[in-house]
């Protein structure tokens, strides 16, 4: 294996929470998952000789699985023999019987890929800017849509308790 191979398998081993994370927002099925995390390595192994790390290879990794993810909604919403499930996303290391985490991730849910991408960047603990350089807008902008998707979060909880 050569060295660049290496250290990428090294890294994503390192980093590949990110990966998991991203799959468990945007597949409901635990085989769509999987698939994805495959896609998502597959496009960060083609992408990785553009990787100068200008940046942290965590911040690049979230970048590449997040269009990865989105993208492949966009392709599998014209396929159609689309389904959907009422099956709920897993969380890692959470607890089956957290109603409130049942809840977020419900609501989580029910919101546009975007905002998906930004809550799960900030619930990472991500630094606004960090948040910024993965989805290519201001640290400022992070902020105000951050506020937005906070108070929509809210408003979908209530609901969803009612």
């Not at 905002?115 to 993965?134: C, F, G, N, R, S």
Request: proline share 2%; charged share 30%.
């Amino acid at each position: 294996m050569a060295t660049s191979e290496k250290e990428f398998v090294a890294l994503i081993e390192t980093h590949q929470r990110i990966l998991h994370k991203v799959a468990n927002l945007y597949c409901d099925t635990r085989e769509a998952r999987r698939d994805l995390v495959q896609e998502m390595m597959l496009q960060a192994w083609r992408s990785y000789g553009n990787f100068r790390a200008a940046s942290e290879f965590s911040t690049w990794l979230y970048r590449v699985a997040l269009n990865t993810a989105i993208s492949n909604l966009k392709k599998e919403s014209r396929r159609p023999d689309r389904y959907t499930t009422d099956e709920l996303p897993v969380v890692a290391d959470a607890p089956d019987n957290d109603e409130r985490l049942g809840l977020l991730n419900n609501a989580i849910k029910q919101l546009n890929n975007v905002e998906k991408a930004l809550i799960a960047l900030y619930l990472d603990e991500l630094p606004y800017q960090e948040i910024a350089e993965i989805l290519g807008i201001s640290a400022n902008n992070v902020a105000v849509k951050m506020s937005r998707v906070k108070e929509k979060l809210s408003t979908i909880i209530k609901q969803l308790e009612a």
